[in-house]
């Protein structure tokens, strides 16, 4: 996994070029949010999500409407809208559905209904011959354009699907996610490789149709810029308020428009990230969404709208003539970049190759001492399950009592590092929450106070699945000690997550164990360590067994001593026998 470097200083303009705000068209109140916006090759037609639309742009007439009015069920809200490169179809997802269109004759060809849909997540391939979409499961799905058929189905990914494009080359496609993660998939070889960007959860992801530059928009207001094809980070930036930030490239390539929450259009120039311009209250709400016609000359916006019976400017066009003549930048220091990150404490890594043909490395992690409830033996799980391992040929990482930061970086380095190893192990003890059908690993600095604190101050137990299965290793294997009694969730009133941690499906190659069945807890053990890892350290060591062997001996040993109560599951996808 590629790892991105460390953010430089955000460049900024002390003037600006000033375009003109007479050539600003309203296209009035479309009742709902504009979420997305497309045009035909030839520019002469837009089409907007929402209640979806087809305008003129010349004239900015409405030539068609998709829904009879614009006051319909939220079932048949278009979150995402895009035509294909040679304007025969276009597309409309839905919740739970995508609908294929003809764009000649503006009618309704097939609707393809899917409840995993990720509405956000979808695209044509640069010639035209696919429908390409993405499941909230993670697979990715191929539609036949002119059977409209599945041809071919992937799983990409065990993070949530936040946004999807094809690079103008037409050999990639790159895959946003609720995390900080960006999937890159070979349309060739349909391999899978991904690379950690800077910022929460990707909102936008862009191409430069020169093919020079790719960016990646986040949901805390953050722009990352990287050179394609190598992927080499170029700048990471603050450009709005925190909050969802809409991108998109002039098809030149030398300009980056974006729009936020502050309600402002800023156009960038590439590759110098310098600010050539600012519309300051271009719509009444925060952006949603930004599209250039594709001969640059206008820039289209979309923004929320919150008043569905009148009023609202939710969808715009502007003239757009580049600068002749740019102004010298001046740097200034970006107040809203984050900190260095901290260096992980109570690391000890050490290299044992017992078997010198098969590479392994663990990453281990012990959290116990949390602010206002102490565990009493992740600490010692952590020491004793590197000693093992080490035994084992094993190189560990092993890490104890770390906050988020520490948290996710140790994981973004286990997985960089992971690339040369044939064998991957991820080793947690310590509290963990399910929150909306999602499991966390809770950090030793977490206050929640709330399950809605849950998202942003915990790691998604996703985040290290989509790393080891990104690495490329034959064998992942993780194992989960983190289903004790949560003391967060007794104190919140009207929380629906239920006890211990959901179940999660496990990728090919891979094996997901947990210290007992999903919904239930676990015990931290009377003893030096917990009951599952007191159990698994024994059971490591009988020799001449399997894997899923070796994790029965655990489920019989642990049924045992806590007289039924506590039930050690896993879920496997494994193709061969693994053996400690």
């Given at each position: 996994?590629?790892?991105?470097g460390?953010i ?29 916006i ?8 837009m089409?907007i ?9 010349s004239?900015g ?10 006051d319909v ?17 276009f ?39 696919y ?13 036949n354009?002119?059977?409209l ?12 699907p ?19 993660i ?11 490789s991904?690379?950690i960007i ?18 990646a ?30 991108i ?37 709400l925060?952006?949603l ?7 640059g ?26 600068p ?10 970006n ?13 000890s890594?050490?290299?044992v ?6 590479k ?5 992690i ?11 033996n992740p600490e010692?799980d ?5 000693n ?21 970086k140790?994981m ?26 999602y ?37 992942n ?22 006890k211990?941690l ?6 090919k ?20 360590n917990?009951?599952y890892?007191s159990?698994?350290l024994?059971?490591?060591?009988i020799?001449k ?5 070796v ?24 193709t ?5």
């Open positions: 996994m590629k790892r991105v460390s430089l200083a955000l460049f900024c303009l002390l003037q600006s070029v000033s375009f003109p705000q007479s050539a600003v068209r309203d296209y009035g109140n479309n009742h709902i949010s504009t979420t997305s497309s045009f035909t090759s030839d520019g002469r037609y089409l999500g929402g209640y979806p639309k087809i305008y003129d742009v004239s007439t409405l030539v068609k409407r998709l829904i009879e009015e614009d069920a939220m079932g048949d809200i278009a979150y995402l809208v895009g035509i294909s490169p040679d304007d025969q179809l597309f409309v997802t839905k919740l739970n559905r995508l609908e294929v269109w003809n764009m000649q004759s503006q009618t309704l060809i097939k609707t393809i209904r899917d409840g995993k849909i990720a509405v956000k997540a979808a695209c044509f391939s640069r010639d035209s011959k429908i390409i979409y993405m499941r909230s499961n993670g697979e990715i799905v191929f539609l354009s002119a059977s058929t599945e041809s071919h189905k992937q799983k990409i990914t065990g993070e949530t936040t946004a999807l494009t094809a690079s103008p080359d037409g050999r990639k496609l790159f895959i946003g996610t609720r995390s900080n960006l999937f890159v998939y070979d349309l060739n070889s349909r391999n899978i991904s690379f800077d910022g929460k959860a990707v909102y936008n992801i862009d191409i430069a149709p020169s093919g020079n530059y790719i960016a928009s986040t949901y805390d207001g953050k722009i990352w810029l990287g050179k394609y094809p190598s992927l080499e980070p170029v700048r990471t930036w603050q450009a709005h308020s925190a909050d969802y930030t809409a998109a490239f002039h098809p030149t390539g030398e300009y980056l428009a974006s729009g936020g929450k502050d309600k402002a259009i800023r156009i960038w120039k590439i590759p110098e990230c310098t600010i050539q311009n600012t519309w300051d209250n271009a719509h009444k925060a952006l969404s930004l599209a250039f016609s594709p001969d000359s206008t820039l289209a916006s979309g923004s929320q709208n919150e008043l569905r019976i009148g009023g609202g400017d939710d969808t715009k066009t502007r003239a757009f003539t580049a002749s003549k740019l102004i010298a930048a001046k740097s200034f220091k107040e809203a970049a984050p900190p260095e990150a901290t260096k992980v404490s109570q690391q890594a050490v290299a190759t017992a078997n010198p043909t098969q392994r490395l663990a990453l281990v012990g959290n116990g001492s949390y602010t206002g409830s102490v565990l009493a010692n952590a020491r004793a399950m590197q093992v391992l080490l035994q084992y040929g094993f190189d560990v990482l092993k890490y104890e009592n770390l906050n988020q930061a520490q948290m996710k140790a973004d380095e286990f997985g960089n590092r992971l690339k040369n190893y044939d064998i991957g192990l991820f080793f947690y003890a310590g509290h963990g929450i399910q929150s909306k059908g499991n966390y690993l809770i950090p030793v600095d977490a206050d929640l106070k709330s399950e809605e604190q849950v998202e942003y101050d915990c790691v998604q137990a996703d985040r290290i699945l989509a790393l080891m299965e990104a690495s490329g290793t034959d064998v294997i993780i194992i989960l000690d983190a289903c004790r009694n949560n003391p967060f969730e007794r104190s919140w009133t009207r929380s629906s997550t239920g211990g959901a179940f999660m499906n496990a990728p190659g891979s094996l997901i164990a947990y210290a007992t069945a999903p919904g239930s807890t676990a015990s931290d053990g009377s003893g030096n917990g009951l890892t159990a698994l024994e059971s490591i060591k020799p067994i399997n894997i899923l062997q994790f029965q001996n655990v489920r019989v040993i642990v049924s045992d001593k806590s007289e039924g109560r506590q039930i050690p599951w896993e879920s496997t996808s494994l061969g026998d693994f053996i400690f």
